[in-house]
């Protein structure tokens, strides 16, 4: 039988199917730890959000100014990252309540043609005056907050 010559490849191939198994394998441990990484950097972000500069001690923080909340007309506007409904209607004045539903949570918002605070999400209706219940599945009225108006600027501070 006739041995044929064979140049040693063996273990060149081997030596590169150890390179290959090592690359496939960090590419994966990789991808493995940028998939976990992106999916618990917003879950973390989420369940520990950075802190952000408050208005202070007092939590006092101006809204704006008389002209941004004319008569008969009322806005969502972010306090300390919460949001607040300022109203100002013919009955009650300039007020401050959440803006977050008693319900389930719902954003409200101003109802401009009938003059009431609503949630969207459920037609839950509150009085722009108290922040009471009118109608709807709400447990409880909108806390109110304290609004003051210093010359032209308003504030609302958190209760
Ligand atoms: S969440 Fe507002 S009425 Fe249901």
């Given at each position: 039988?006739?041995?044929?010559?064979?140049?040693?490849?063996?273990?060149?191939?081997?030596?590169?199917?150890?390179?290959?198994?090592?690359?496939?394998?960090?590419?994966?441990?990789?991808?493995?730890?940028?998939?976990?990484?992106?999916?618990?950097?917003?879950?973390?972000?989420?369940?520990?959000?950075?802190?952000?500069?408050?208005?202070?001690?007092?939590?006092?923080?101006?809204?704006?100014?008389?002209?941004?909340?004319?008569?008969?007309?009322?806005?969502?506007?972010?306090?300390?990252?919460?949001?607040?409904?300022?109203?100002?209607?013919?009955?009650?004045?300039?007020?401050?309540?959440?803006?977050?539903?008693t319900h389930?949570?719902?954003?409200?918002?101003?109802?401009?043609?009938?003059?009431?605070?609503?949630?969207?999400?459920?037609?839950g209706?509150?009085?722009?005056?108290?922040?009471?219940?009118?109608?709807g599945?709400q447990?409880?009225?909108?806390?109110?907050?304290?609004?003051?108006?210093?010359?032209?600027?308003?504030?609302?501070?958190?209760?």
């Amino acid at each position: 039988m006739e041995e044929q010559y064979r140049p040693d490849t063996e273990s060149g191939d081997r030596d590169t199917n150890v390179g290959r198994r090592t690359l496939i394998t960090v590419l994966l441990g990789f991808s493995v730890v940028a998939t976990v990484g992106g999916v618990l950097t917003p879950i973390i972000g989420y369940l520990w959000p950075p802190s952000r500069a408050s208005a202070g001690g007092s939590g006092r923080v101006q809204v704006g100014t008389a002209a941004d909340f004319p008569a008969g007309q009322g806005k969502v506007v972010p306090v300390n990252d919460k949001p607040v409904i300022i109203v100002n209607s013919a009955q009650g004045g300039l007020k401050a309540f959440s803006a977050i539903c008693t319900h389930l949570g719902c954003i409200v918002e101003w109802d401009q043609g009938r003059q009431f605070i609503l949630c969207p999400c459920h037609d839950g209706r509150f009085n722009a005056v108290n922040g009471g219940i009118i109608s709807g599945p709400q447990p409880s009225p909108l806390p109110e907050l304290a609004l003051t108006v210093e010359g032209d600027a308003i504030y609302v501070s958190e209760a």
